[in-house]
């Protein structure tokens, strides 16, 4: 049975799962078992990446339609002061940002350049801290050059440059985070967040 004629209430089989892969209802992570057998939480946890934390059900329980949803729902930026995402040349946005999945999430800056097709852009950083006021402090940097209308820029170091521009989101995690776009840039440009299932993988803005 296709996934879109699937009842709410009904329970899910691993053949259920794998179409709702093929109609881009969720990500792979595991290939699927050809099956009519019924998924448990921890085979859907297992085959796709679902936000797991918010079904109520044990490891070993089966789960119904209305119980899976996709991991992007997962994660959510909280703001609680700025203006998000951050336009014009200096502004800031203070918020939380959570991962509510049960595995790690890549998160980096975005910049985008707008109505400018050319020209440097700098200054641009997201502080991520330990939760209330928690001790660490990670600090990844944007730095590039512009060469189209419109062009998505990301984070490429990290204040030590040793790791690349991704932030690690731990699961179940919450940080503190400050995004800054300083690069005296107007025109439409924006600095937000964005998310990853994988260092190499495709992202989306948060």
């Not at 490891?59 to 002061?81: A, E, H, M, R, W």
Request: glycine share 8%; with cysteine.
């Amino acid at each position: 049975m296709p996934w879109s004629t699937l009842a709410n209430n009904q329970a899910v089989t691993f053949n259920n799962l794998q179409d709702a892969v093929n109609t881009n209802v969720f990500l792979l992570r595991n290939t699927i078992p050809v099956s009519n057998e019924c998924i448990t939480k921890a085979d859907a946890d297992y085959y796709v990446y679902i936000n797991a934390s918010v079904i109520l059900k044990q490891p070993n329980q089966l789960v119904v339609k209305q119980d899976l949803t996709s991991y992007t729902t997962g994660i959510i930026y909280y703001s609680t002061g700025g203006i998000y995402p951050v336009t014009g040349p200096s502004n800031s946005s203070f918020g939380t940002l959570t991962n509510n999945n049960s595995f790690n999430v890549f998160i980096r800056g975005l910049f985008n350049s707008g109505a400018i097709n050319s020209g440097t852009v700098g200054n641009n950083r997201v502080y991520y801290r330990a939760y209330s006021g928690g001790p660490t402090i990670y600090l990844y940097y944007l730095s590039a050059n512009i060469t189209n209308f419109g062009q998505n820029i990301l984070t490429n170091r990290d204040s030590d440059s040793i790791r690349p521009g991704w932030f690690v989101l731990p699961p179940n995690s919450t940080y503190d985070i400050t995004i800054d776009k300083f690069d005296g840039l107007s025109s439409g440009t924006t600095f937000r967040l964005a998310q990853s299932l994988s260092v190499d993988g495709t992202y989306t803005a948060i």
